[in-house]
């Protein structure tokens, strides 16, 4: 769709060209077009944000009441206030720490769970049902238990560390199940040990599971934290200041503090998918074997 | 030691493909075992190698023997180098040193020395099977198994990739079952050719090559004479 859309447009803007120097002003027709058809993906995108942000200012016009919708400037306002203050990046740090510490433990042990399960069919028995039960519990559930069993600070690394983890083991356990089998003849053909097959056939088949395991997990992860911390008001964090500001019915506030989340998520994804990118072999994977 | 495989019997469900199957494969010597698609070449290395047992009857000769086997498709690991993937498989049987330098060897054998650092996506078809043919060479094996390691190459790359099997051969003498659906290769690279039919596999004739393996081409009208009996058997 995008393909057959950008060359039509390549055609008129030629067209264009040739007809440019009967019309005067043309020129300017020229531009705006050479300057869609370069970057129409991020013009179509940043078209998208200002209907979003011009709707939202409509609306909060016509509402008339911050409380209830502030308009994008008053936001704009508080999140610039919040970035220019000290305790801001305790909060911002605090959750990050919380977040990657619930993320790499269930990497870690999702890794591990997961390997073990998917070569052992009595293993995965064992923690199949679980796995099951964690998945399905809410997530709501999960937090307010893990409420009356730890310190505030430590709800939100439980409730993530719960969430994340299934998804992790589940792909990797779908990933060492799905490893080529005419790779793994090769190494009972060519006399690898069970365990040098494993370690250098099964395990890197399993990254490309891992890592949309990961990405999935990631995203879920600030999601569950954020929560976490609104229901558990640890001394700092996104997600308490949030439920404080909340509390004060600072409206402008909290829209602050739901754009720092989001942004946190956005970055995190962005690292995640910048380090999946280095590993050049996982885009041609399917027709090199 | 000649490999013999002993009144070989085998069914996939209700298809029987060997019934009561002898065969022997002289020693230091190249057998090419020609024969339709689905007459049983493939499972017949698979059950010479190991990878399948039969339901009755056996194979010797090989016992303990260490075997190189050449896919139909290169299969190397795409997350390994062409170099790396050498070296996973002669690891067990020398000193680090000696790893890396065979390895490298045979992957200039194969004319791939410039490459050995690549990834397998990074190369042509061809050259992954050449690769994977360094691999075979390099692997310190006294038997070799081939299941149609040319059928996805280009007339060009297949002779070239025959010529690069002659001279390899007569480096280092192994006994070798190299099993196509294609009458030149077999006339080119087979000491032997066995025509099998099936299933259920049976052998519908032995010939002889009667030249030396390093004169074979496909201008020799020996050669082509082997070819046309050969056609006229399959067709």
């Given at each position: 769709m995008t393909g057959s859309t950008s060359k039509n447009k390549k055609y008129a803007s030629g067209e264009d060209s040739q007809r440019a120097p009967r019309r005067g002003g043309t020129i300017v027709v020229k531009v705006v077009l050479n300057c869609f058809i370069r970057h129409h993906i991020l013009i179509i995108s940043g078209a998208a944000i200002t209907i979003l942000l011009g709707i939202w200012w409509i609306a909060a016009f016509v509402i008339d009441a911050t409380i209830i919708l502030p308009p994008p400037p008053a936001v704009g306002r508080e999140l610039w206030a919040l970035l220019n203050s000290n305790d801001f990046w305790h909060s911002v740090g605090l959750t990050v720490f919380r977040g990657l510490s619930g993320f790499f433990i269930s990497l870690s042990l999702g890794i591990v769970l997961g390997i073990a399960a998917g070569i052992s069919l009595p293993i995965h028995a064992l923690f199949k049902p679980l796995i099951a039960v964690i998945r399905t519990t809410p997530i709501m559930s999960v937090i307010l238990i893990a409420l009356l069993w730890f310190k505030t600070g430590t709800v939100p690394i439980f409730s993530s560390f719960l969430i994340a983890f299934p998804v992790i083991t589940q792909n990797v356990i779908v990933g060492i199940r799905q490893t080529d089998q005419k790779l793994l003849q090769m190494g009972r053909a060519y006399g690898l040990s069970a365990t040098r097959r494993l370690l250098h056939i099964s395990v890197p088949s399993v990254v490309p599971y891992l890592i949309s395991g990961a990405q999935t997990a990631l995203g879920l992860t600030w999601k569950v934290v954020v929560a976490a911390e609104v229901l558990s008001?640890?001394?700092?964090?996104v997600g308490s200041e949030m439920q404080l500001s909340q509390m004060s019915l600072e409206t402008a506030q909290v829209f602050a503090w739901t754009v720092v989340a989001i942004l946190l998520s956005a970055a995190s994804q962005w690292v995640l998918s910048m380090s999946i990118r280095s590993m050049s072999w996982s885009k041609a994977y399917a027709d090199t074997v | 030691m000649p490999i013999q495989c002993k009144q070989l019997s085998l069914s996939f469900g209700d298809l029987q493909?060997?019934?009561n199957f002898s065969l022997e494969v002289p020693d230091q010597h190249v057998t090419a075992i020609l024969g339709p698609?689905?007459?049983g070449k493939t499972t017949l290395l698979n059950l010479m190698s190991g990878l399948l047992l039969p339901d009755r009857g056996g194979v010797s000769g090989i016992g303990d023997e260490r075997i190189s086997y050449l896919f139909q498709e290169p299969r190397l690991l795409p997350w390994k180098t062409v170099r790396k993937n050498v070296e996973l498989v002669v690891t067990p049987f020398f000193p680090p040193g000696e790893v890396s330098r065979r390895s490298f060897e045979f992957l200039e054998k194969v004319g791939l020395n410039q490459f050995a650092d690549y990834h397998p996506h990074e190369l042509s078809g061809g050259m992954r099977q050449r690769a994977a043919v360094a691999r075979a060479f390099a692997y310190p094996s006294g038997v070799m198994l081939m299941d149609e390691?040319?059928?996805?190459?280009?007339l060009h790359l297949k002779l070239s990739l025959i010529e690069l099997f002659k001279k390899l051969w007569k480096l280092e003498q192994r006994t070798a079952v190299f099993v196509t659906h294609d009458i030149q290769e077999a006339v080119l690279l087979g000491d032997t050719v066995i025509v099998l039919y099936g299933p259920p596999a049976h052998i519908r004739a032995t010939l002889e090559n009667p030249m030396p393996r390093v004169e074979r081409s496909l201008k020799e009208h020996r050669i082509l004479e082997m070819e046309q009996k050969l056609y006229s058997l399959l067709a």
């Open positions: 008001i640890p001394n700092w964090g | 493909v060997f019934d698609s689905g007459c390691p040319f059928q996805a190459l280009d």
